[in-house]
């Protein structure tokens, strides 16, 4: 993950207060100042002298820059770098940071050659939309390919260890977690975001499934839901494809009557998930629409993430395995 710095130089504390409430990985002021920074809360505090800044104007600035990256120095490109330069420098030499003065920047920087800037300094004019910069380059996690597939049963499947994952944040309609039996056919498993007569919305919960099962998480890699604990990143997917990070709070595991749900894509490829029976547990339809399990039918249509099969300690392998 990227980190991100705000460059409170000269210091302003309203700056400086922003940039800790919107969740920055460091500040950076004189050094004179540190502690002024250490007293409004806990974070990493440094001064402009521990980075090597580089100006980009000639070849001769990317081979300093290459070098100095090599040298194990903390080099920031400032104001005025060009995609090109930056793309000579991150084919040579990881660790690269850039100043950036707005959002547009942000973005741009952490896309190059795909794997973008290791690091962003956000100088004082980009203040207005520093949490903007924080919650896309830290939070988003790009794309992931959904697929529409057809259940073809809905079983009784007895009691079970269920998991709920209390997140940190506010998931909305339409987003959920993938979920499966196995790591090559997961199902998109709604947030409780709605609410009944009878139970108040959730929408920090997601009631996962059976203990055993897959969870997809950041970096293209899985857990079984049992696993995961307070304190833990987890993936969020939206309906449409798009993925954000949100960190446990709580797992609550607990025995509850439980359904069998399978699924087959066009091609002909199966999976399945357990999922507790009950109305408030929801998969999520083409049109991004919750549907509860308890209303589920042979025939309907949900949105799942098909993948190869392989994984160990959650890492991607190649290897020959079938999951039923």
């Not at 600035?61 to 990256?69: C, G, H, K, R």
């Not at 707005?102 to 004019?125: C, K, N, R």
């Not at 199902?187 to 099962?213: I, K, Q």
């Amino acid at each position: 993950m990227k980190e991100i710095w705000f460059k409170a130089v000269p210091f302003d504390k309203k700056l400086v207060t922003l940039a800790l409430e919107s969740g920055v990985d460091g500040i950076i002021v004189e050094q004179s100042k540190k502690k002024d920074v250490a007293a409004l809360g806990r974070t990493n505090v440094v001064s402009p002298e521990e980075f090597t800044d580089v100006c980009l104007k000639a070849k001769e600035d990317e081979e300093t820059a290459v070098s100095s990256l090599r040298d194990g120095k903390k080099v920031v490109l400032t104001t005025g770098w060009e995609i090109i330069p930056v793309e000579n420098i991150l084919a040579q030499s990881d660790g690269l940071g850039v100043e950036v003065s707005s959002l547009d920047q942000a973005l741009l920087a952490a896309g190059i050659l795909e794997h973008g800037v290791d690091f962003l300094v956000v100088l004082p004019e980009a203040a207005p939309e520093l949490k903007d910069i924080v919650s896309q380059i830290k939070l988003a996690q790009g794309m992931v390919q959904l697929q529409t597939a057809t259940v073809t049963a809905v079983e009784a499947a007895g009691l079970g260890h269920r998991v709920c994952v209390d997140t940190l944040s506010m998931l909305k309609r339409g987003q959920g977690m993938l979920v499966g039996n196995s790591s090559a056919f997961t199902f998109l498993v709604h947030a409780e975001t709605e609410s009944n007569p009878y139970v108040a919305a959730r929408p920090f919960r997601v009631n996962a499934g059976a203990v055993h099962a897959y969870a997809l998480m950041p970096g293209d890699k899985t857990s079984y839901l049992e696993e995961l604990t307070s304190g833990r990143e987890v993936l969020v997917v939206s309906a449409d494809g798009s993925t954000s990070i949100a960190t446990v709070g709580r797992s609550k595991v607990e025995v509850r009557p439980m359904l069998l749900i399978r699924a087959r894509l066009e091609d002909g490829t199966e999976g399945a998930i357990f999922l507790q029976n009950a109305e408030t547990i929801r998969l999520v339809t083409p049109a991004g629409e919750p549907v509860s399990v308890v209303n589920l039918q042979e025939g309907d249509q949900v949105l799942v993430k098909a993948d190869a099969a392989g994984r160990h300690f959650g890492m991607r392998i190649r290897e020959d395995i079938k999951e039923a």
